[in-house]
Every structure is written in C-alpha cells, then in structure tokens.
C-alpha cells in the first residue's frame, strides 16, 4: 500500500494580520495546497498511520511466511523468518514462543528453552510457553537455577507491577506530605496515609531490586551451547566446576572478555565462554 | 556400709600416691644419642620428690665439653596429688669423633643418694660442614655484622622423598629456626624456589623452641604439599624468606663473652647489648634467609591406564550409598560416593558408571573436607543424581581409578552392588516433591515422569500480535519517566495554589488586625473627655463603620463606604438602637460639613455615655 507524502518546499515568509503574533517563527508551507493547519495535521496523522501499517503489513507477511515454513516442517527457515522479524525488534510473545518451537523441531532445546524463557519475560502468563518450556526442559535435562525463598514470594507480582505500585506510592505520599505542610492542623489520618504510602514505595522499590538482581533479572542467561562446562578459570583447560546441559539457567555476574563469570545452579559459580550463553532479557 | 568402704579405699590410694610421690627418682637423657663433631647435644637430668636436691659435681669426659646451661624446677598438683620436679640441663659440645659414655651421676634428693643411668653417645666426624645455613662454629667464623645476623636464622627444607611421580603429592616441611633473643619478624613468608612443579599454600604448623648449640632458637615450621608437572631430576628450593631481626649496632671496643657463648662460638649475643638492653640500643635490620636446595627425581606414570583413571595419584578407598532404594521408572536416585584416603584430590574426579545402559545420569555435585593442614588427606564426597529409563534390580557398579606410588601400580575401585527396587509403568505425581533434600539442585524441579511416548509440544500460534513488547522494565524506560512529569505538574499546582491561597489569607488577616488595632485606639480616644464634639463625633462613627466591616468578615466589606443603616442591617439592630445610630452618624455629618453646629461646644457626659453604651453594645 502506498500513500502519497507530502513534502514541504519551503519556508513560507511571515505575514501580517491575525498571523502576526506568529512574526519570526519560520512556518511551513505546502506546495500548491492552500491548506489549513488541521488538514495538515489530518495528513501527518494518515502518513504516520500508513507507514505503521505498511510496517505492520510487511512483518504479517513475513511472520505468515514463517508460520507456513513451519507448518511444511521447513524448521530451518522458520527459524530464519522468526529470527528475521526478532531483528527487526517486532517483539511479542508469541513470536518467541513460535521461534522456541521451531528451534525445538530443529533439536536446539537450547534456543527452544531461550525463547519460551524470552516469551514468558514478556508475558509471564502465557499457558502455551510455560508447558513447551517444561516439556523442552525434560528433553535436555535441563538444569535450573533454585530462586530464593525470598524471591519466590516476591514473585507474585512482576517488576512492572511493583514499579507501578512504587510510582503510585510515591506520588500519593509526596501529595500527602505537601498538603500536611500547608495544613493549619496536623491530621493524623492524613500522617499516617502518607508514611504508609512512602513505606508501600520502599517495600515495591526493594522488591523490584531484589528480583531485577534475582535469579530470573536481567542477568538471566541460558546455555545454549552443546558440551558446556563452567570452569574454574577463564581457560579451556581449567578445571571444570559444572557441565551444563543445553538450555541450563545462569545468572551473568560479569564479564571478562570473552568470559563471563556466572551463578551456577547447585549454588556454584564459574567462567562460561560467552558465546555458549544468552541473555534472556534482549 | 558401703559408703564407709569407698572413702576408706579412697584414702588407701591417697595415701598410696603420697608415698609414691614421696619416693624420689631421677632420670637422665640425651636429646639425641648420634652427633657430629662440633654439634651439641643437650643432656636433661631431672630429679622428681621432695624440692631439696644437689645436682650432681661437674661432669668432665675426655672428648666432651659438657656445661651446665641452668636449673628449671616444675611444681604439679594433679588429681590431689603434688609432685615436684628439678631439671639440670647441661649441653655437650663433642670436640671428637668416638663412642662416649656418659657415667652414672650422683644426686642427693629426700636424704637418698640416686644415680642416673648410664648414656651413651656417638659422635662422628663432621661431614664438611653442615649443609643447611643452621648456625654452627664453621659458619660462625664470618667477621662482619650481617653475617652476625644471618647467624642467628636459619631455614630447613624437608622432603620425605627422593623420587615421586609426575602429579604424586609431596608433603614438605619447611623450618625457620631465629635465635630466641633476636625478636624476630617474617616479612616474606616463606617460599618455594624451582621450576617443574607446584606446591599448595603453605601453611603455618608449629611453633616451638629449641636448643641448638646451646641457644635457643625460636623454630616455626610450615607445611605444604608440592606435585611435580613433568618427569626428570628437580631441585627443589632453596627456600627463601625475609625477616626483621634486632642486632646489636656495630662497635669498635672489644668485647666480652657472652654467658651464651659457652663454647666461645662467636656468639653475636655476646655483645653486652644483650646483656644490658640499655647499655647500647639495637638495629632491627632486614635479613634474607635461604635454605640448601634439594633434589626429587620425578619419574612418569606407566601407561595403561584404565579408563576410569582421572590423574588421581595416593592411596583411597571408596564407599557408596543410595537413596531411596525403591523409586517408580524415572525418578532420581541420590548416588553419595565417597573417596577417602592420601593423595591429590584435586585430580579425583566423581567414579563412572561401569554400564550406564537403561540410566540417564545427571553431572555430580562434590565437596571436599580435608583431615590434614594441606588438604592431601582426607575425604571427598560426590552426589550424583541417576534416574532409571526401565526396570532394574540394582544400581549400576561405579569404578573409580587411582595411581598407587607405593604399589607402582594402577589400582581400579569398584563400589559395592546395590539393589533397588524399580516400578516401571506407573507414573509418580510429583517427583520433584519427592526428591531427597540433600540431592543435588541440578535435577530440573516440577519434571514430568518419564512417559511411554515422548511428550510433545503445544501448536503454533499463529495469530500476529499488533503490539510490540520490551523486555525493559518500565523504570528504565522513557514513557516512565516522562510520565512522571504528570504527577509532579500537578504537584506543582497544588502547592502553587496552596501557597497563594495562603498568602491570601495572611492578607486579609493583617487587614483585619489593622481594622482592630483602629477600633481599639479610637475606643481609647472616645474613653477621654478632652476631645471636641466634632473630632468624637467623627471618630464615633468610625469605630461603628470599622466594627460593621470586622463583623461582615466574609463579606470583605470596605468601613469607609458602611453608613448607618449598612451598619444597622449589619449588627440587625432594634428600632431604638437603628434611630440612635442614625442619629450619630447625622451629628457627625452636621460636624463635618455645617462649619457650625446649633448645640453646646462640648458633649455632655450622658451624651458621652449614651454614645459609648451604643457601641459598646455593637456586637
């Protein structure tokens, strides 16, 4: 679909009258078009609209063609679709759960395991990643990282949720704070709301530290290389601490160039080559 | 009865170790029966009883210097009874090769005549002269001050074995010996020179003092374990270390023996320094002390090595153990191996299985505790986590492979069989619930029982998403905290308002205290008589508008436009008290603009009053 978009030609003079307030401000004018400033609004609006939807239209296309890749078992060229539209940044969960499953035909229950995890970062209630996940898991012995006990109860909200919940908080106890200050009488209630507010804040502000930090934050990586050993130094000759299966959680702690120093499940930790790893979070 | 038996038994053996404790004895003994010539030996003659003991006359045998080095008395109280001791110690200096006899000696004690036993002492010639820097007379004859100080540390290393084998572990012992005087300080612990091998962190073991060539020596020694790389003839060592000591500073005055030197050694203590710490200060000064080197031939494992053999190299034995024993077709077992024994655990890895057909195993998780400082002996534990496919009767035989240097042999361990009782077909619910707690954490949680038929997974979903999503929490992202602006306009505007309307307020308050104070100065006016009727009558009728405007506070009523009948509607004023207001502001007004007035020049005093109670009364 194309649609025509209008170029400015130049700058247009100022003028006097009703315009005049407006004196020095360079204004824009349309070749041959008389128009008002509503009409050109309405059409920045519909070029904005159109190039959208032919972007939407494009990755449809594309995404359909990966699906029918898929679906006439041409797993290699779905993955390769998938992966294209992962490029481009059109992330939903459900590309990454179809990605997963292809990777998963293809016997890369590493990858497979990536992208259900990628998927439910994205929506922590999607049905259909979580039971590919265990399934992917169960084929490659895949090893997990233990979360805290701490952490599993912070788990009933996710981080966005509590900095919602932090933001609200905060802005509840700051209007609280700056009405009392003005207030000719102190109002308990209204102390007590506020310091109840800040408190809610802390609580959800700590909340998303400890679990962006957790064993599920941005440090979440997976193995997804085949044969992986964790080692005790950043050498192939090193002693190993762990062999980890395809699709194993870490947890990044640093790196050192072409290492990188990682939480290990069973409560290890050891130097894993980067390119045997990826993070979760993108 | 029995009670009186026991307390009389119990005073029997009182009285018994009484007596034995009263019963003198002696004893004599030589710190070591084989010496060189110019090595001391210390000779201890100790006397056990009653406190008044001679020791013995001066010892003199041809061929040995023997000095008596000092008196120590021990006084003990053990279980409730005393004992006492007196130990003469006296330091031989053999000046010739031969045996020695050191005759029976005579000491007096409790009233008896003891006598020592008979010691023996062999003495050879001195091999050149000692190999390590252990002070002695040859090694004394330097002349300058660092030589002094050198002479008073001295470093030993200690290898067990001559030969080894590429990887053996190697126990040594390094000993630092620092004349006791010298208050000495390591600076550099201790290090093992060489090339071909790596030792383990060394460890501090003891710390004691001995005597050697009639002075005391602080002696520290330390541990560590070293594991030759590659095959061939090694020198290990020296030893080098740095260390602080306190000298005497250099003099040019001769000097006097000390009573350390006994046997005129060249001692440095003999300086008058030590003697009196105040006679002249000392230097600390920084020393470096090495150790002769020694050699290890280290020889390379014999080939063949079984398959189970990870470089282990010592003496183990192994044991193993399983739980549960009785689990449904793909449940976790729990395999708990323990490797025990001497050697170098860093190469013993976790046994194979022998046949792992119908298993699927899982990586083992290991933890080591060490019985000895360096950590060459002790007990390294494996868990490993296998899960049968099919029905087994029993645990597959784990083998376990080790070098034994002793035996110059590979020695293969095998774990005893042990049965379990496998379930097949039936599907356990919950298997990760069901896993011991001490199991490794690598068994994936929530696993589904292994079914007949591969599981599969779920469809594709086709339908596009028109949304796209970040895996950037929304605090790190920009619409979050532009969003923010929101909240913190608006809070902006609350507290303009807030502020404004609080200004506001204090206007109008200082307004209306500016209309009080007026009123109350013009009542205080009105109070006194030396006003003229045209100045009362005016400031009368102006505490009455000033009184309307403060009692329509509301209203923000301006007193300079309030007339009487404003002010009468203000306070709903009666009849009587409307027309007597009336009647005011009209006096006021002839006043003020008539230029005369057809009345007397001044108010009477019911005028005054008739006035004041008017608006006294306006409330």
Known sequence: ?282 | MFQRISIALLIAAACIDFARADSPSVTAVLSNSEATVGETVELQIKVTGPGDARPPEEISIDGLEIRSTGTSRQFEIHNFATSSSVTYNYTILPLRAGRFTIPPQTVRAGGKILRTPELALNVADAPGQQTTTRPGRGAQSAQSQATGARDLVFAELIVPKKTAYVGEIVPVQIKMGFDARVHPRLTEPPDITGQGFTSQKLQQSSQNLETINGRPFEVVTFKTAIAAARAGKFEIGPVKAKAQVVVPRRRNAPRGRSPFDLFDLDDPFSDPFFSNPFAQFGERRDIQISSEPVALEVKPLPPNAPPSFSGAIGSFTIATDAKPKSVQVGDPITVTTAISGRGNFDRVNAPLLEDDRGWHKYPPSSKFKQDDEVGISGTKTFEMVVSPNENKQSLPVLAFSYFDPAKEQYVTLHSEPTAITVQGGATAPAVAAQQPASSPATAPRGRAPVPTKPQDILYQLTEPSRTVASFEPFYARRGFLLAQSLPLAALLVFAGWKIRRARLDDREARRIGALQHEAAELMHKLRRDDASPREYYAEASRVVQLKAALASRNRGLDPNVVDAETAAETFKLDTDSRERLRSLFEQNDEWQYSGTHNGPGRISPENRRDVLELIENLK
């Open chain 1, 1 to 282: 679909m194309n649609f025509p978009i209008v170029i400015p030609s130049e700058v247009e003079e100022s003028r006097g009258g009703t315009q005049d307030q407006f004196r020095g401000v360079p204004r824009l004018r349309f070749a041959s078009l008389g128009m008002t400033a509503n009409r050109r609004l309405a059409i920045f609006l519909c070029s904005v609209f159109g190039i959208a939807s032919a972007a939407f239209a494009q990755s449809d296309a594309e995404f359909a063609k990966a699906n029918q890749d898929f679906a006439q078992g041409h797993f290699k060229e779905a993955v390769a679709g998938y992966e294209a539209l992962v490029r481009a940044g059109e992330w939903n969960a459900n590309l990454f759960y179809d990605l997963g499953n292809a990777y998963f035909r293809t016997r890369d229950f590493g990858r497979a395991i990536l992208n259900y995890e990628r998927a439910l970062a994205l929506d922590r209630h999607h049905p259909e990643a979580t039971a590919n996940l265990h399934i992917a898991r169960d084929e490659s012995r895949a090893l997990e990282l233990q979360p805290t006990r701490l952490e599993r109860y912070l788990q009933f909200a996710s981080i966005n949720q509590y900095t919602i919940a932090a933001a609200v908080a905060f802005w509840l106890g700051i209007f609280g704070m700056v009405a009392l200050a003005f207030a000719r009488r102190r109002s308990a209630a209204l102390i007590s709301l506020s310091i109840l507010c800040l408190l809610v804040c802390a609580v959800a502000v700590w909340a998303v530290h400890k679990l962006d930090n957790g064993s599920e934050g941005r440090g979440l990586a997976i193995v997804t290389g085949q044969d992986v050993q964790a080692r005790l130094a950043t050498a192939d000759t090193a002693n190993s601490v762990l062999a980890l299966p395809p699709g194993s959680e870490i947890k990044i702690l640093s790196t050192r160039g072409d290492w990188m120093y990682a939480a290990l499940p069973n409560d290890l930790r050891g130097w894993i080559q980067t390119k045997n790893a990826e993070q979760v979070r993108l």
